[in-house]
């Protein structure tokens, strides 16, 4: 019940475009579809059956679940490749500068320009 009750909240904050647009396009044919949506409409016989008919409230929670943790991972390996490019910068920008001062230690040295 909490969940369901968090869910009910995050969808309060949720963009219009989350609101409109489905989260994961179906890759099932029509007549696929059809079926799928023929078995939901049956009532359930079995009980593991009618178990997940009480979890099915559920699933748009695991999907916006799951899209949040693959812009998690997305944004981390974003964050690494920047922070490589800014470590590559520093090193030539202080290249750069050390080829602008003169110094006993860098007259010393090759000059990098």
């Not at 995050?10 to 609101?19: D, H, I, P, S």
Request: charged letters at 35%; proline letters at 5%; hydrophobic letters at 35%.
């Amino acid at each position: 019940r909490r969940i369901l009750r968090l869910a009910e909240m995050c969808r309060r904050l949720e963009t219009e475009e989350e609101k409109v647009l489905p989260f994961y396009p179906s890759s099932l044919a029509e007549d696929e579809q059809r079926d799928a949506q023929q078995v939901l409409v049956e009532p359930p016989k079995e009980r593991l059956v009618q178990a997940m008919w009480d979890y099915m409230g559920l699933e748009r929670f695991w999907q916006r679940f799951n899209k949040v943790k693959l812009e998690q991972q997305v944004l981390r390996r974003e964050q690494e490749a920047l922070s490589q490019r800014n470590q590559w910068l520093r090193e030539l920008l202080q290249r750069y500068l050390a080829g602008l001062s003169v110094t006993h230690e860098v007259l010393s040295k090759p000059n990098p320009l």
